[in-house]
């Protein structure tokens, strides 16, 4: 009657190893670490990098306790953080000679101190929230203004291209603020340009003047329009961020809305405030230029006389000067796709794919400057690189490709930094903290302190009341708290305070379960029914008890998961997923353990499950009572 077979003993086993396995990483902690991660998109980090690094802590006596390259970063872990800030300036020292134009980004982190052989088994920690771990923290402010500016610049160039195409005659178009100013000294190119705008520009609305004899409309992005404009640039500096942030392996970030706005980013483990802030704000776009190639240019190259007016200096590749106009053609907001790939000699290069507006002003370009020089010049942490330098051989559109003697690792860098994009606004730094990780520290014991009392509370109440049943309860929600950590390990949750929380409150939630069960026992017991029958009776009339309440708890936390956000969220996994696991510590690991302590005793007569209280008013331990009417 009360016997498992040998297969979900098989499983319980199992489930009890891979949750050990699983959770064992959180015990060893972490280690203070200096991280470094490339600041040119031209470099790349390889095993070289790796000796520089280990050479430069040689030479400085600072022996680290491991050196690894990690993707696309390389850590150096240390005793103490004493020795990682020493670390810090030799690393810094010899990987960037020239400060003021950086090669490598140097911040200092925190690394899990987990063995070797576990993280072969992608056995890895939870990741640890700002609170717990320590970190930075920014409130970001989006210049909605700027969005907006910016649109009315780019539809100005979409009107200008368009009225090109449609013939209509004009006396200049120009950007004024938000609204975009349209010239005519003809009536019926008046009637026209408004007919046009109306049909292909429906997010403009156009107001008709008069100035110096000229007609002058004057085209207002539409409020409607204009909220559209401010949430996507939101949305687009979220996902840059995003993009950013996580591409380059830095941290386990935190970005999100906050206000109509405002953008809230958490880097949990890094400590270093000022390289947090060019990690942030560190973005790459591109933009086609035209090469300025008349005599002062070419004057300017060789440094016989300065720049022209209208152009820009840069450097290309091979670190050759060039002049560029400053007059931007096509911008990386037209950019649809970014991908490395290899030309037909076989070369690596970076396939663009560009809209459908800024195809046809590629396709216009190159239609109207054959066997001149175009540039694509990437900005990168504000600096501009011309990438690619190349004569225009024939007219093309959307579709094309950069080449410059790239590697197949610069490349795919080139094409992640691109794919990132730039921001659709520019963003403010309104709020900074910084959390030391001696704070972190103190919550964690706090947060584990919690757990623990709680747990300790928990069982000594079970284990007193209901005696060896309260022993099996216990061990069940051991397991549970075991198993509920190995999940969050394996999904690599982000714990908080508020998971913490959770977690302690798991706790009390999950021995429900054994409670409805024992006490289901008790009651068959005092109703005259077997041993035997009473521990099979208990399991099985409680299980849709437990089921019924631990369902109606789920909805409630993923009713938090979908619609809460921030500490609310983190609250809510730890919660749906504790839940989860109480239900199969709590009734199909305590009855495995049940089994295996009384169902191979066929004459069963006692069990230990407290006082049973009888209909007569007598009373009796479960220890002495037989289950005889």
Known sequence: MNRYSLWKYAILLVSVLIGSLYALPNLFGESPAVQVSVAKSSLKLDLGTVTRVQEALKTAGINPEVVTLDGNSIKARFASTDVQLKAKDAMSQALNPDATNPSYVVALNLVSRSPAWLSSLHASPMYLGLDLRGGVHFMLQVDMQAALSKKAESLAGDLRSTMREKSIRHGGISRNGQRVEIRFRDAAMVESAKRLIQDQFPDLVVAESTDAGETKLVASIQAVAAREVQEQALKQNITTLHNRINELGVAEPVIQQQGLDRIVVQLPGVQDTAKAKDIVGRTATLE???VDESAEANAAVTGTSPVPLGAERFLERNGQPVIVKKQVVVTGDRLNKASATFDQNQQPAVSIELDSIGGRVM???????????????????????????????????????????????????LALLLRAGSLAAPMEIIEERTIGPSLGAENIAKGFNSVTWGFAAVAVFMCTYYLLFGVISSVALAVNLLLLVAVLSMLQATLTLPGMAAMALVLGMAIDANVLINERVREELRNGAAPQAAIHAGYERAWATILDSNVTTLIAGLALLVFGSGPVRGFAVVHCLGILTSMFSGVFFSRGLVNLWYGRQKKLKTVSIGTVWRPDGSSGTALSLDGEK
């Open 288 to 290: 086609v230029r035209m």
């Open 363 to 413: 396709r216009d370009l190159t239609r109207e400057n054959i066997n001149k020089k175009m540039a694509m010049v990437l900005f990168d942490r504000n600096k501009g690189e011309a990438i690619s330098v190349a004569t225009i051989q024939g007219e093309f559109g959307k579709s094309f490709q950069i080449t410059g003697r790239f590697t197949t690792e610069e490349t795919t860098s």
